[in-house]
């Protein structure tokens, strides 16, 4: 990795390539969750990441959620990820579900 800076007035900026592959957040709460992702995306913004909204997944584990309120807001443009129809999702190879089960 290359970190070229300069000086300016006291100043040092350092240009920084960071690729970023895959994160997870985990909370109790829809209010709770929106808040990290809210102080994630301002990390992002600063620091001039786009996240791929497109590519984003959320499972509720909590079924009794109204599907109204299975939903976050996430990236610069604040687009909506609903959470999966499918109950399940994928992260790193292994398989998570909101139902239990040891079966895939």
């Known amino acids: 990795m290359t970190l070229p800076h300069r000086h300016i007035t006291g100043f040092r900026f350092w240009y920084v390539h960071i690729y970023m592959d895959d994160t997870v957040f985990l909370e109790s709460s829809k209010f709770r969750m929106q808040k990290i992702v809210d102080i994630a995306n301002d990390f992002y913004l ?44 994928r992260y790193l190879g292994v398989w998570f579900s909101n139902k239990p089960s040891r079966q895939r």
């Open 46 to 89: 600063i620091n001039d990441i786009d996240i791929n909204v497109k590519k984003s997944e959320m499972i509720i584990i909590n079924l009794s959620v109204e599907r109204h309120d299975q939903i976050i807001k996430l990236g610069r443009n604040r687009s909506i990820v609903q959470a999966t129809n499918n109950n399940e999702i």
